[in-house]
């Protein structure tokens, strides 16, 4: 992939993440706040892919048409349904520093 190309898509990855951000933006502010939350959690909880964000406003959009609180669209457990959709797509920042540090006295 030339320069070129790399510069266009992530333009248009950014274009992307804007309208993904507008769109959660017009969500109610008990759904907006969890959504905030939830992408808090994620992007805490190691690279994801962004795209999922759309799935979650998806199913907040929908609980907010349907008028379901939003503790009935998460559940309980609301790092468990984060955990749930990031799946093993995730790359967690903890395993990356565990496995540095083995390699590091590994090598001593």
Do not use: C
Not at 3 to 23: C, D, I
Not at 35 to 55: C, E, N, P, R, V
Not at 85 to 98: F, M, N, P, S, V
């Amino acid at each position: 992939m030339n320069l070129m190309n790399t510069f266009t898509k992530q333009l248009n990855e950014k274009k992307e993440y804007r309208a993904m951000v507008k769109r959660a933006e017009k969500l109610p502010a008990d759904y907006f706040h969890a959504f905030k939350a939830i992408q808090s959690y994620a992007f805490t909880m190691g690279t994801i892919d962004w795209h999922l964000f759309d799935d979650v406003i998806d199913l907040l959009e929908l609980g907010a048409a349907e008028q379901k609180p939003v503790k009935m669209i998460v559940g309980d457990d609301v790092a468990a349904f984060v955990d749930e959709l990031i799946g093993e797509d995730r790359y967690d920042w903890q395993a990356k520093y565990r496995q540095r540090l083995n390699d590091y006295f590994k090598n001593r």
